[in-house]
């Protein structure tokens, strides 16, 4: 007869995710997770096959809480350009309201000087590529109301603002400023091209 789980794998999952947002991925030891989990290393190998099995799931984990809903919310606000400030502003209260100072675990990876898998890695780009594309949408929304000049070049603006995020992670980590962090998220917004009549106008 089958042994039941007595712990679901999302649970697991969201243990396993605060360790290594605190640690980083070479910070975390098996042991570190096995005290967390509260599962031995043999239950933990039996489903995630080994620490970096555990580490890309955790890492879906991490972005399917904390990133599809706000994605899909915001995705279908009225105001593309006041969409992007929301995403931005958000980013700032949840940096501001953490009070370890973690950042987000998938920029975070992004910047470990570790050696990852390859497959951790495709799910870290995969993930802030869903930002990305998330700015670009907004933009050309944006180009489309008139709210941005048509010359504006798309991608390079949402790579932009993607670099803004990782700013203002990286930021809220080292000084948890809410001036400077919205400083930062001022200055991507104003960045933008606006049309001719309406440059002087600035930021909302």
């Known amino acids: 007869?089958?042994?039941v789980r007595t712990l679901s794998d999302?649970?697991?999952l969201q243990r396993a995710v605060g360790v290594f947002?605190?640690?980083g991925y070479a910070g975390t030891s098996l042991r570190d997770l096995t005290l967390a989990t509260g599962?031995?290393?043999a239950a933990l190998y039996?489903?995630?096959n080994d620490k970096d099995g555990l580490f890309v799931e955790a890492l879906r984990h991490y972005a399917d809480e904390g990133l599809v809903e706000r994605l899909a919310r915001l995705s279908v606000v009225a105001d593309p350009l006041g969409a992007i400030r929301?995403?931005?502003d958000e980013l700032i209260a949840m940096s501001l309201a953490d009070p370890h100072h973690r950042g987000c675990l998938l920029v975070n990876t992004a910047l470990d000087g570790a050696?990852?898998?390859g497959e951790a890695r495709e799910v870290v780009r995969a993930r802030l590529a869903e930002v990305e594309r998330f700015f670009a949408k907004r933009l050309e929304r944006a180009v489309d109301s008139g709210a941005l000049d048509p010359t504006a070049d798309i991608a390079a603006n949402a790579t932009a603002l993607l670099g803004a995020v990782f700013a203002i992670r990286v930021m809220a980590r080292l000084d948890p400023n809410p001036k400077r962090l919205r400083a930062l998220s001022d200055h991507a917004i104003a960045s933008l091209p606006r049309p001719p009549q309406s440059k002087s106008?600035?930021?909302r």
């Open 46 to 48: 039996h489903r995630f």
């Open 1 to 3: 007869m089958p042994r």
């Open 86 to 88: 929301d995403f931005l």
């Open 10 to 12: 999302e649970t697991v």
């Open 39 to 41: 599962l031995s290393a």
């Open 21 to 23: 947002w605190q640690n």
């Open 115 to 117: 050696a990852m898998s």
């Open 201 to 203: 106008k600035g930021p």
